[in-house]
């Protein structure tokens, strides 16, 4: 059906999915929502949802995405059966992209300053009010974020001008791997410190009274956020998948990595948090004052604080290179725009609104929106409305618009691989996530 480029092999795709979905997201916002949303409660609300609605929308994706062998818009045009409207959803989808790409930018941005720290030795022997300090003082320069989200952006631009296969796959394959290798040790490190005891207690022993509808929206936010859900990324990627792959192991192999990562982050941070004073309401600093400080406590810190950080700037990358092949890939199949052009144009619009976002967390700034800095704003319109939203309307399109028929012939590879689940995936998708996720949406505005 599609004439593109196909991922070379299996691990081709799993190795970029997990790429798309392991990235700041599992390290720096995973910790920071379990912190700010009663951490136990939050954690088990949270696998709750990538399993009954975060996996059965992963699976509409790829299908929807290699069915139709097309662009989000294009995918929802193309498979609506004539009926109109439905390419809204893959508009929707670039609109979260672009949002997500600015803040995520500036994240990315902190991420490269901390390389640059860690290159220098900078954080050795330094106190926690000191690291605190610097972070602020972070956030309040003009030019040196400016700086590190163009590089940020830039890196991003050339992967995806060199096109998919060589750019995405080559740099996912080999890296990700370390990365988790890494955070074993980190784990181990962390788990030998005074304060692990409480650290894990707050992480993983879950308190139900603590479950209330603002916990609800976060995980679901998250769980979408850190999988790449609810946008068409992986209606793009599915568009990539050959046709003889198994969809359903590369979607579970997708979901359980990204959530070994996002709970080995929290195994990591929670224990050294508690130990260094921290509180788990922090946010920000949860990733960028407590992790500088465990390097300084290990042995042979220089190297793994170094190593880490970078690795956590090319896990960005990885993700926000599928962030950006969202609008790409729609500016050159639905408005023939070449693919140079097209990520130019793209880039230096996301640059804009991500020196906005940046700019806004000085203190006292005026750019604020609905009561919050612009950096905070674009994380939670996107996040946590854009990508439900998104999600809710795919799972419906999915049980709803498309038939039933196409589904099954996707989702079997043409019959040719026999699914034992296929029957209670479809009904999961059909009834039991748009009805889980308007009930969570529906939750805010009920006290
Ligand atoms: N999943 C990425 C992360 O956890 O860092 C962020 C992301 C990438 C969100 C792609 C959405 C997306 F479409």
Redesign the pocket.
């Known amino acids: 059906m599609s004439n593109k480029e196909n991922f070379g092999s299996k691990f081709g795709i799993i190795a970029a999915a997990a790429g798309?979905?392991?990235?700041?997201?599992?390290?720096?916002?995973?910790p920071c929502e379990a912190g700010a949303n009663g951490g136990g409660a939050f954690f088990i609300v949270y696998l709750a949802i990538v399993l009954f609605m975060g996996l059965p929308l992963m699976l509409s994706e790829f299908v929807i995405g290699r069915r139709s062998g097309k662009n989000p818009v294009g995918a929802f045009k193309a498979l609506a059966n004539g009926s109109k409207g439905w390419g809204v959803i893959g508009y929707l989808?670039v609109l979260?992209?672009f949002l997500?790409l600015a803040f995520?930018s500036t994240v990315a941005g902190w991420t490269i300053d901390a390389v640059g720290k860690s290159i220098i030795n900078y954080y050795h022997g330094l106190d926690k009010a000191t690291i605190q300090n610097d972070f602020q003082n972070l956030l309040n320069e003009t030019w040196q974020p400016i700086l590190s989200e163009g590089i940020f952006i830039f890196l991003t631009a050339f992967v995806i001008v060199k096109g998919v296969t060589k750019g995405i796959e080559k740099y996912s394959k080999i890296l990700m791997p370390i990365l988790f290798g890494i955070l074993i040790v980190l784990c181990i490190k962390s788990l030998t410190l005074p304060g692990a005891k409480d650290g894990l207690v707050f992480f993983l022993k879950p308190d139900f009274s603590k479950i209330t509808g603002k916990v609800l929206i976060n995980a679901l936010g998250q769980a979408?956020?850190?999988?790449?859900?609810?946008?068409?990324?992986?209606i793009t990627y599915g568009s990539y998948i050959a046709k003889k792959d198994n969809l359903t192991s590369t979607a579970f192999a997708v979901c359980i990595s990204?959530t070994l990562i996002?709970v080995l982050a929290g195994i990591v941070i929670f224990p050294a948090a508690f130990t260094f004073g921290i509180r788990p309401e922090a946010g920000n600093e949860l990733a960028f004052v407590t992790l500088p400080m465990l390097f300084d406590q290990m042995v042979g810190g220089y190297f793994f604080c170094l190593i880490f950080f970078l690795l956590l700037t090319i896990?960005?990358l990885t993700?926000?290179i599928?962030?950006l092949e969202?609008p790409v890939l729609y500016l050159t199949e639905q408005l023939n725009m070449n693919r140079k052009k097209a990520t130019t144009y793209t880039a230096i619009t996301v640059f804009i609104l991500c020196v906005i976002s940046s700019e806004s967390l000085h203190d006292g700034s005026p750019l604020r929106l609905f009561g919050a800095s612009i950096f905070d704003t674009l994380d939670m319109v996107s996040?946590t409305f854009l990508?439900t939203i998104g999600g809710l309307l795919t799972v419906i399109f999915l049980g709803w618009k498309m038939k039933k028929s196409d589904f099954m012939d996707e989702y079997t590879n043409g019959g040719t691989i026999s699914m034992r689940l296929r029957k209670p995936i479809y009904y999961i998708i059909k009834f039991l996530a748009p009805l889980a996720i308007t009930v969570i949406l529906i939750s805010q505005f009920i006290k």
């Open positions: 798309s979905a392991i990235g700041l997201g599992n390290i720096y916002r995973f989808g979260a992209a997500i995520y979408f956020f850190s999988l790449s859900l609810g946008m068409g990324a992986l990204d996002a896990a960005a993700s926000s599928s962030l969202v996040s990508l």
